[in-house]
């Protein structure tokens, strides 16, 4: 069995070699088959892991392990580990991982480079699992620069195109920089606990006297933390995320939404003892999350590409994730990490479906009164945006809720501000739905062509919308006569045997704060469908009477502008400064070639006495003896 | 090793002769049988790198002790023997040139129109003069094949380079050259205080660095002038900032084997020299610049980065990254710690693999369009689908890319780096994400993008072209994911090297062990005596983490 559990990461890794290797040769039904059916095999392999780790007496489940790498007092395995987190987490990744693939066979099938898509594609879900599964912080590492990597090659799969490509070069840059986070942060576990494995690691700290190691420990998390804001696009280097929309929708959907931008979610809750230990770390996260959730959604509000008012939600939703991370509610956060899967999931197929069927339009504005074309699209759609927005029953209402209600108990601020961006979020998703599914057609032409999507297309979208509405359920908070059941299973990993979270556990205001975010809630999301269902017209007068107001929000904060002349024209212009003057002039020209010169006119000066006349010689040769002559008999 | 086998013990020497021998064969056929030189030195240096690959097997990796000892006397007078051998430091590098040997006739085939004899025969001198430069453990022997490693590198540049070829060829020449003279005067200088304190006359290795003791009771001037003349030697070689300005030039003009032996195992030998010599010799004069060297190592570093970001011509690009991966390898190789000195000997591994990788990247598409200037390129991923993937690969493995070989050495680099110097191993975190930036920018604006007219008629690889990158893929990915071998071999030398610098550094490991159980088992009156050990031991070590840094 131990041995079984390295076959899921490499189920896919095998799929990407075939399909990489082969290409075009393999025609498009069987790279199909096999990109489909590697993924669906390590989904089965990780079902049975997640059983057998359930069943085992302390929830984890370990593979053999090799020794990766020792030098001197350095020594990493690479292993896999199924605990609870790890394994709910592997759980989504291949789950929703199939489903997305599915979905991919119809929404590709008329490109070119479907072999090459599917490849990087299944090249994606080892990453990701190797990031989930590792039992070493450095085999974490690999899977989170791996899922860059394809990250990277997925958002400039378009690469004859110019912002494809830039788009994916942005990705990878400031993910960079998170990552340089990373890899400080271990260096400084590393140099204090003198162990990277993550089990080993979480034992050290829970022997850690108070006295000894709080600093390095709030340094070291709050350096893991900025690569948890590069991975899941927090501020200030959310920046990335809207960009990689230029990368084929199912993308969006599966690494952009669901699996990849949650991994930094995911990395704090794999270490959260070690964060538990650093409060100052935890406000910073706690702000980081709130001042995201609401700053994102206000971007969402006015956007007109259907792709991109979705992306600043999902900027939005990791804020709130993160936020609960900050608020001590490490449960919290995953279990909205989630719910958000399977619904933003759907958001971004149905959104492929529209964009599909309406021949690659992604403006808002364009589409309208798609709802009697795409009935499949519209329902499940419907039920998603019910979900985010958290209308009471509905997945997102549970998360949220239990989300709300820590910030609340961490400060009261948070609260506010995590309500005014739920408020944010009902308001563009109504605001989006009513664009596209009711009011006139905008664009008659498309209209007339527009058709629901293959079966490959709309089965995983009603599969998803099952989920959407009933995962949930796996976590009611106790306010509302629940067991927080998704935090009880968590537990084990969570606190690793150390601390006792109590989450779920709510008393006070609970129930009164819950009424008035929903009531609040509900009343944008009508105030956006509202606005928006008979048109566009409402919406252009009302732009028109805040028009700075407008404009700042419709250019994202100009934070892309500020970015390129504060800090990349300012790099630039050094490396040109120090290539042209420091390398060519000074260095190269008055340290080389200067000296060299000097060389060479000093060479010449001298030979111009190498004259070959015997009597120019002669007559040194006499100066030079009288010279001597004249020294010695003065 | 079986010593009843005395041909399979000097198997180091056989390899290193293979060339040679083949140099004087090939010298006998007439100059005008084009395919006999190609296939002839292709045939000659797979034989030579299949020869050497028994070395690994035979590699004794429980002990420090340098293998294949060969000792034959020279010039006795002087002291002078013909010593040969190899610990596991000078063996990976070895494997490293007989690995990029073969690989740099295989790419030459197409590129070189004119005076194959030559080419073929200096190239195989070449690597004659580059084995014999790991493989000795005379001081007399090392200074002989250094020199005479730039011979051939001469006129690799001078007659087959570009249009400036012969004013890079000679700077080369002349700017290596005086580095050499410098490291010259330190050996003559150790070389007659030995016979002065010791009455030997002796210029093995072992006796040089068992020298490090007496050289460190004499005056602090003349220490300093040492380091000082070995580091200035070594850096040019490496070439550490900023004494590097020789390197674009020669790049540039270089044929593409030329760049690929360059950087691949030329600019190897300085941070060779740096880890044998400058390092044991006279490590305490090394700790006093040591700030000093630092400062350089990271200004080349991140300097390096931001020059490669804004250049236009492709080679020129590589060229200047070359400077910045090697200022790394020096802040593993100043760390002066275990897994920093283990990190760098990667680094130097990695940077052969990679950078000789890009530099047969730039030479592809210079064959095909006589051009490097990036802004000629665009969209070739449309056309050259298996060039994009190679390129690609080669882009991750020299970004640090987990998984390929980059990242281990990187890795390991940092964790030695951060526990004695913190800060300056954050600082040179940063030369990370500018790396990222000019490789990934690079691939972007070469292999994205519209495809124009003229770049559309461009082929993709050929079957020989695939032959010779998919050996460097390989060893990319292997050393990725399977480094452990490699770190067994140079666990042991590098433990003595570190011993070498640093006679303490293994006690105080030792004592944080101890402490480390006492607090485990939370017997705090048994951790207190240890502590007090330490701090006697060691005066700046106060909390028991500390210690285990060392500083």
Known sequence: MHMTTWLIPLLPLFGAAIIGLLGRKLGRIAVSVIGVGVVLLAFAFTLRAFVLAGSAPDHRLASCSFTWMSTGNLSVPMGLVFDPLSSLMALVVTGIGALIHLYSVGYMWEEEGFARYFAYLNLFIFFMLCLVLGNSLPLLFVGWEGVGLCSYLLIGYYFETDYAPAAGLKAFLTNRVGDLGVLIGMMALFAHFGTLTIAELLTKVGHLSPEVGFGILSFATLMLFVGACGKSAQVPLYIWLPDAMAGPTPVSALIHAATMVTAGIFMVCRLAPLFQLAPITLSVIAWV?????????????VQRDIKKVLAYSTVSQLGYMVMALGAGGFAAGFFHVFTHAWFKALLFLGAGSVI?????????????????????????????????????????????????????????????????????????????????????????????????????????????????????????????????????????????????????????????????STVLGLGFGLFGFLSYRSGTALAESRAARFPTLHRILLNKYYVDEGIERGILAPVRGLGRLLWQVGDVIIVDGIGVNLPAALARLGGEFLALFQTGRVRNYTLGMVLGALAILWIFFK | MNPSLPWFQNLPLWVTAVPLIGALVLLLVPKEKRRVFELGALAITIFDFLLSVPLWFQYDRSTAAVQWVTKLD??????????????????????????????????????????????????????????????????????????????????????????????????????????????????????????????????????????????????????????????????????????????????????????????????????????????????????????????????????????????????????????????????????????????????????????????????????????????????????MPVYATIFMIMTMSSIGLPGLNGFIGEATIFMGAFQVHPWWAVVATTGIILGAAYMLWLYQRVMFGPLNETNAQMKDLNAREIAYFAPLVVVAFWIGLNPTPIMEILAKPVEKLVIQVNPD???????????????????????????????????????????????
């Open chain 1, 289 to 301: 999350g709130g001042i995201t959730a609401l700053f994102a959604a206000t971007i969402g509000l």
């Open chain 1, 356 to 516: 599909m069927a309406m021949h690659h339009e992604q403006d808002l504005f364009r589409m309208g009164g798609l709802r009697a074309k795409l009935p499949i699209t519209f329902w499940t759609m419907l039920l998603a945006t019910l979900a985010i927005m958290g209308f009471p029953g509905f997945s997102g209402f549970f998360s949220k809720d239990e989300i709300l209600y820590l910030a609340y108990l961490r400060h009261p601020a948070l609260w506010v501000i995590g309500v005014a961006a739920a408020c944010c979020t009902s308001f563009y998703m109504w605001r989006l739905m009513a664009l596209t599914f009711w009011g006139e057609p905008r664009d008659p032409h498309a209209y007339e062509h527009a058709h629901e999507s293959p079966w490959t297309m709309t089965l995983p979208l009603v599969i998803l919308a099952v989920g959407s509405v009933v995962v949930g359920y796996l976590g009611v908070p106790e306010a509302f006569g629940g067991h927080f059941a998704i935090g009880r299973f968590l537990e084990p990993s969570l606190s690793f045997g150390q601390l006792h979270a109590h989450e779920g556990h709510h008393e006070g205001p609970a129930i009164l704060l819950a009424c008035i």
């Open chain 2, 74 to 383: 020279w010039i006795p007078s002087l002291g002078v023997k013909f010593s040969i051998g190899m610990d596991g430091i000078s063996l990976v590098l070895f494997l490293l040139t007989t690995f990029i040997g073969f690989i740099a006739v295989w790419c030459s085939f197409s590129a070189i129109g004119e005076r194959h004899k030559e080419y073929y025969v200096w190239l195989m001198v070449m690597q004659f003069s580059m084995m014999g430069v790991f493989i000795c453990q005379d001081m007399f022997l090392f200074y002989l094949f250094w020199e005479l490693m730039l011979v051939p590198m001469y006129f690799l540049i001078a007659i087959w380079g570009g249009p400036q070829k012969l004013y890079a060829a000679i700077k080369l020449f002349l700017y290596t050259l005086a580095g050499s003279v410098l490291m010259l005067v330190a050996i003559l200088a150790i070389y007659f205080l030995q016979a002065k304190t010791t009455g030997r006359y002796d210029f093995s290795f072992e006796s040089f660095h068992a020298m490090a003791p007496i050289i460190a009771t004499q005056s602090r001037n003349f220490q300093i002038l040492l380091a000082l003349a070995l580091f200035v030697g070594f850096a040019i070689k490496v070439p550490m900032f900023p004494f590097h300005t020789w390197l674009p030039d020669a790049h540039v003009q270089a044929p593409t084997a030329g760049s690929v032996i360059l950087a691949g195992i030329l600019l190897k030998m300085g941070t060779y020299g740096f880890v044998r010599f400058l390092l044991p010799i006279a490590p305490d004069a090394t700790k006093v610049l040591l700030p000093w060297f630092l400062a350089l190592t990271l200004i080349g570093l991140i300097y390096g980065a931001l020059v490669a970001m804004i250049q236009k011509d492709m080679k020129k690009l590589v060229a200047y990254s070359s400077v910045s991966h090697l200022g790394l390898c020096m802040l593993g190789v100043f760390s002066m710690n275990p897994n920093g000195l283990q990190g760098a000997i990667f680094q130097m591994l990695n940077h052969g693999i990679s950078t000789s990788g890009l530099f047969l990247i730039v030479g592809i598409v210079y064959e095909r369009r006589h051009t490097r200037m990036i802004a000629d390129f665009g969209g070739l991923s449309k056309t």
């Open chain 2, 505 to 551: 550094f293994y006690k105080h490991e030792e004592l944080a062990k101890v402490q480390a159980e006492a607090a485990k088992v939370g017997m705090a009156a048994m951790a207190a005596p240890a502590h007090h050990e330490a701090a006697e031991a060691h005066e700046s070590a106060t909390p028991a983490a500390e210690v285990h840094g060392g500083h």
